[in-house]
C-alpha cells in the first residue's frame, strides 16, 4: 500500500464471527445436530484497506452421525424413564408394604406371659 512506512506500527483488529444452530432433543436435552459457521476477517482500516474477509468455514454432523446420536438418546430416554419413574414407584410400593408390616405388628396383641 502506498505511503505507508515499514518501520511503523498500524493498528489491525482481527475479527472472528460464529453463528451456530444446536438441535436439541427436548426429553433428554442431548444435542443431536450442530451446524456452526465461522467468518474470519480482518479490520485493516487503520491502512486504508477496510474490512478483508480471509474465510469462511461452515460445518455440520454427517447423516449417520445424527442417526446414530437419535439411537443413543432413545436408549438413554428408557433408562431416564426408569430412573425417573419406576424405580421411585418401586421405592414406594415397597415402603408402604414395609409400613403395613409394621402396622400389623405394632397393633397385634400380645398374649399373656404364662403364669409361674
Known sequence: VAGLVD???????YLDQT???IVGEPRTGSIVNAINSDTYSVDASAVGLGKI???????????ENVAKVMDDTAENFG??????????????IGGV????????????????????
Open 7 to 13: 518501520t511503523q506500527g498500524y493498528p489491525i483488529t
Open 19 to 21: 453463528t451456530a444452530t
Open 53 to 63: 474477509k480471509l474465510a469462511t468455514i461452515t460445518y455440520k454432523q454427517v447423516p
Open 79 to 92: 433408562l431416564l424413564n426408569m430412573v425417573g419413574l419406576w424405580i421411585p414407584l418401586g421405592l414406594l
Open 97 to 116: 408394604i414395609i409400613a403395613l408390616i409394621g402396622l400389623i405388628l405394632v397393633l397385634r396383641k400380645k398374649k399373656p406371659a404364662p403364669a409361674v
